[in-house]
């Protein structure tokens, strides 16, 4: 299984080590966005910077763009970042829990959620949403007029749960992520996203959309979203 | 002279000006976009490159959304010489409107598109080029955009210092100003010491004579006449009566 593996590091007193002996071995490229210094950076990293707009998504793209652009094959794409969340109390919780996937203790859990031919999402099982409500047939979230928006822009049929990953780390098949992203590049959906620490607290945001839109790029292809 | 802060080398020009000044770490490599053949594989080898190596794109080529893209990718390579959300792009005068909005769109704060001057390319020696300053910079930075004369021609070169020979120099100026200052010192204190000796030398030879007048004038005198003259001093009152018990 040939992995890629984008990490996203804005945070400069980050020291969590996402990278582990485990993962390495089975990563064959690791994209680390970030404007930190770095030191010992293996064969299979390559690092890129970034600018501050569109917040972890932005990174994100710039990395997808990145390895679309560069042609390489894989099967698995996983995405992490340093999620701290410094506006909510829980923000540690969050960020630990989210990461586990790529944890020593859940990576082989991880690896075989990935081996099935169904499964297109593979996440930390809390983090697994869904605010669509049907009966007003709205999304429950301040986003609600931007997700109609985009769902219809880029035409995407997601489960009809709407399910998707809080937080956006999360492991996802390549192969629809490369479909949808040659066809609509990244960097001109990055273009659209807000600079800065945006918030979707009172209104809003392209950046908070697309946290929501990443995980229906792959549940329209039909796959399913697997919780460890 | 020239001082600079950056130094901008046109890809062709790079080797020789380095075999001739020597490397510098200011070097930026000038890439013309029309002079990569193969805009995915440059960003592979880039991407893979050394982290000292620093370069910047000449955008020369169709303005189209395609290529701008890829210069702002070629943009988050770390190589790339930008200061976090500030960048700076060359290119040829003329509207360049485009290409700051394709760069700002992608959340850089400070665009700046270098031209080369229509008048006032310089040549320094065998160096060909011109020189900007972008505001609020406190010294300017040099593109050398040609090259000429055949390598033995060294003697003809212009002293052209960066900042960091600079520093170096200053550093090298004030280490040896500390020593001089410190010798000074150690000068200044052993003349005190010759002073204070001479003084001491001098005050030694004073009590010498003091002591040989008190004993020309006073200690060969005679014992009655010695004690005579405290009887007088009694009665005249200049010292107390105090007799042993």
């Known amino acids: 299984m040939r992995i890629a593996l984008i990490e996203y590091r804005y945070y400069a007193d980050s020291t969590e080590d996402f990278y582990t002996e485990q993962l390495r071995n089975l990563v064959s490229r690791r994209i680390l966005v970030t404007n930190q210094a770095v030191n010992n950076i293996d064969a299979k990293t390559v690092v890129l910077n970034h600018t501050n707009q569109g917040k972890d998504i932005g990174a994100k793209l710039i990395g997808i763009d990145f ?19 410094l506006h909510s109390p829980l923000g540690n919780y969050w960020g630990r829990e989210l990461k586990k996937i790529v944890g020593d203790a859940y990576l082989p859990v991880f690896i075989k959620a990935m081996k099935k031919r169904n499964v297109g999402i593979c996440c930390a099982s809390n983090y697994i949403k869904s605010e669509f409500d049907k009966p007003s047939g709205k999304f429950n979230t301040v986003n609600n007029d931007i997700l109609f928006e985009l769902i219809q822009k880029y035409k995407l049929r997601p489960s009809p749960s709407f399910e998707f990953v809080a937080g956006t780390i999360f492991g996802c098949k390549w192969a629809p992520i490369k479909v949808f992203f040659i066809n609509n590049p990244p960097l001109q959906i990055r273009k659209t996203l807000e600079r800065g620490n945006v918030q979707d607290n009172r209104k809003g945001s392209y950046t908070h959309s697309w946290e929501r839109m990443l995980s229906w790029v792959i549940t329209s292809g039909g796959y399913s979203v697997k919780g460890i | 002279m020239i001082v600079y802060d950056k130094l901008y080398i046109e890809s062709h020009c790079l080797g020789h000006f380095k075999r001739l000044y020597g490397v510098k770490d200011e070097i930026v490599e000038l890439v013309r976009m029309s002079c990569i053949p193969d805009l995915a594989v440059w960003l592979t080898k880039v991407a893979g490159s050394d982290t000292s190596y620093k370069f910047s794109i000449i955008f020369d080529i169709t303005p189209s959304y395609e290529n701008i893209e890829w210069l702002v990718r070629f943009s988050f390579l770390p190589g790339y010489s930008k200061d976090n959300d500030r960048i700076r792009c060359f290119a040829a005068p003329g509207e360049n409107r485009w290409l700051k909005e394709g760069l700002e769109a992608q959340g850089y704060s400070n665009v700046e598109i270098i031209s080369p001057p229509e008048s006032g390319c310089v ?11 972008s505001a609020g910079s406190s010294l300017p930075d040099l593109v050398v955009t040609g090259m000429e004369a055949p390598v033995e021609q060294i003697q003809e070169i212009v002293p052209v210092f960066s900042k960091s020979e600079m520093r170096t120099a200053i550093e090298k100026i004030n280490r040896q100003n500390k020593q001089m200052e410190n010798n000074l010192r150690l000068a200044n204190t052993e003349l005190e010491n010759y002073k204070q000796f001479l003084k001491v030398a001098l005050q030694e030879k004073e009590t010498e004579k003091i002591l040989a007048f008190y004993h020309k004038e006073y200690e060969v005198l005679p014992l009655w006449f010695k004690r005579l003259g405290h009887v007088v001093k009694i009665v005249t009152g200049h010292r107390p009566l105090r007799l042993k018990r």
């Open chain 2, 123 to 133: 040549t320094l020696g065998l160096v060909h080029g011109y020189i900007f300053q």
């Open chain 1, 67 to 85: 390895l679309i652009k560069t042609n390489e094959e894989f099967d698995v794409l996983v995405m992490v970042h340093d999620k701290k969340s």
